[in-house]
């Protein structure tokens, strides 16, 4: 086997959460790009039935399924589906997250209802999908990718709870791989630096014209900020045999912020 070749993907089946747009929408498709079939996950059915139609161009199988990652039943059903559907689930990817208002707030101005959201979208909702995969993967081998944040384990100001959940998943992360090595699960993160989606403009009151100079006015060290695809490689390669020997990390992925 080639080098090249231990990061085909080919024969595996991956499931996305959140990849209806941005981040998840760039994974889904670099994992089909590198062989693997994919099952889309989020609440907008109209946006990942066009990001399956983008899977099946690649000419891979592709299903789309709606689902809330905060509700444990439809995470478990999601898992049970793809199996039903798709023969096999051998990676799970864990992107979904966010705010569900999207207002910056101190965490002294943030009512609880916000604090308790955030916990269950970007935190919660990864244990509970590595629960529902873990569970139907059996004693592998598969891959479970968590996708966490560079504001993980850094102070956040005006986004403490969404900071605060990814350094929880890191540490899931970490707890999980442990727990499932012996199953032949590996279990890794990747943590993305800026990277203006729809969401992150949203959040920032910044628009796409800001976007040319928003790398230099971030200080980040590459000049500019990230795009999706820069995040699919390094799912790409959690995923593939070519990370054999690695579980239990987080790689950042940020232009050297």
Known sequence: MSIIDRFRLDGQVAVVTGAGRGIGEGIALGLADAGADVVLAARRTNEIEAVAEKVRALGRRALAVTTDVTDI?????????????????????????????????????MPERQWDFQMDLNLKAVWTGAQAAARVMGDGPGTIINISSITSGRPSPYNGPYAVAKSGVDNLTQTLAAELASKGI???????????TEVFLEFTRMTVDDIPEM?????????????????APAVVYLAS?????????????????
């Open 73 to 109: 039943a439809q995470v478990n059903r999601l898992a049970e589906v793809t199996v039903e559907e798709m023969g096999a689930l051998t990676c799970w990817v864990s992107n979904a997250g966010g705010a569900d208002d999207r207002v910056p707030r101190t965490l002294l101005d």
């Open 186 to 196: 590996r279990v890794n993160g990747v943590a993305p630096g800026p990277i203006p």
């Open 215 to 231: 790398g230099k006015k971030l200080g980040i060290p590459l000049g500019r900020v990230g795009t999706p695809e820069d995040i």
């Open 241 to 257: 045999d070519a990370s054999s020997w690695m579980t239990g990390h987080t790689i950042v992925v940020a232009g050297g912020r």
